[in-house]
């Protein structure tokens, strides 16, 4: 088993804490956790990938032991990105490969539009396409009922909410049953717990969604579109998309006509997994990551 190594980098005014295995090797792998995790969402992963590649798993600006920049603005996309570029130069690497879910996956999809040339490949997981998800939220009942959180994460105070009761109501919106199926530990609770109680983190966890133009959208909102530009949204880099089909958060739709926006996707389901596929198929994602890499190379 290959050792799991912390360290930091300074990115411009911040900065990131990370986890890394496989420093040694040469092809560099990013990992970009969502919410609300970090880098732990990875910790099956980065000692299967880190036997070939250097894969580093950063907790984002924000959560656990990074660096948590005040104010809304500090979490909007073009900060987001230059934090994913600025860890690959301080690490190195001109091109990279780049494996995100959920939140990560909005981060990832940015990064690989707007510089391609700095990717060699990219994975995602249960993370939807910033067009088609803008217009779900738009116009699918089922995808506004199941994205209601987004707006309710985005008033003001929710963050005592979240953390109170040993962040109780996160856990059961989250991995509650992951510990009772046996998926996760108690330690992996508790040290989800900890990063969560990270002072300043559920405010900076939360303001990536008060920072963000998507929101659900209102009986007075409803179809009219979300006015983006679908050619700004291309993707031009070999992609892989591994999509738990029980995902309780995102509809299906997210994935239906993905090929007009990637030019060369491979889509693959996992049936039975559910928006949590680095803790319910971890030895899949790990093997899937390991191919897909491995086949570019």
């Known amino acids: 088993m290959t050792a799991i190594s912390h360290k930091r980098a300074r990115i411009g005014d911040i900065e990131l804490h990370y986890a890394e295995c496989g420093a040694e090797n040469e092809e560099l792998v990013l990992l970009l956790h969502g919410f609300p995790e970090f880098w732990y969402c990875w910790k099956d992963q980065l000692p299967v990938v880190g036997k070939k590649y250097h894969a580093v798993a950063p907790d984002m600006r924000g959560y656990n032991l990074s660096d948590k920049p005040e104010g809304v603005k500090s979490y909007r996309i073009r900060p987001l990105i230059e934090d994913v570029i600025g860890l690959a130069d301080q690490l190195g690497q001109e091109k990279f490969y780049l494996v995100a879910h959920d939140w990560g996956v909005a981060i990832a999809y940015a990064v690989a539009i707007a510089h391609p040339e700095r990717i060699k490949g990219l994975i995602v997981m249960n993370g939807p396409h910033p067009y088609i998800f803008a217009e779900l939220l738009n116009n699918n009942d089922e995808q506004i009922r199941h994205s209601q959180y987004m707006a309710y994460f985005q008033n003001a105070g929710v963050e005592a909410e979240m953390l109170k009761d040993n962040a109780g109501w996160l856990l059961d919106w ?81 994935i239906e006509g993905i090929e007009k926006f990637i030019d060369n996707v491979t889509v693959k389901m996992l049936p039975g997994v559910s928006h949590w596929v680095t803790h319910e198929a971890p030895e899949t994602v790990a093997a899937e990551i390991l191919g897909f890499i491995d086949g570019l190379e």
Not at 209 to 218: D, E, G, I, W
Not at 232 to 243: A, D, M, N, Q, S
């Open 174 to 254: 989250t991995f509650r049953d992951h510990l009772k199926n046996g998926q996760m530990t108690e330690d992996d609770i508790n040290a989800y717990r900890a990063a969560w109680a990270q002072p300043g983190a559920m405010t900076a966890m939360l303001n990536y969604y008060r920072a963000s133009p998507l929101v659900p959208a209102t009986e007075e909102t409803k179809g009219k579109g979300s006015g983006l530009d679908p050619e700004k949204f291309k993707v031009h880099v070999p992609t892989l998309i591994l999509w738990g089909e029980a995902d309780h958060a995102l509809v299906k739709e997210n």
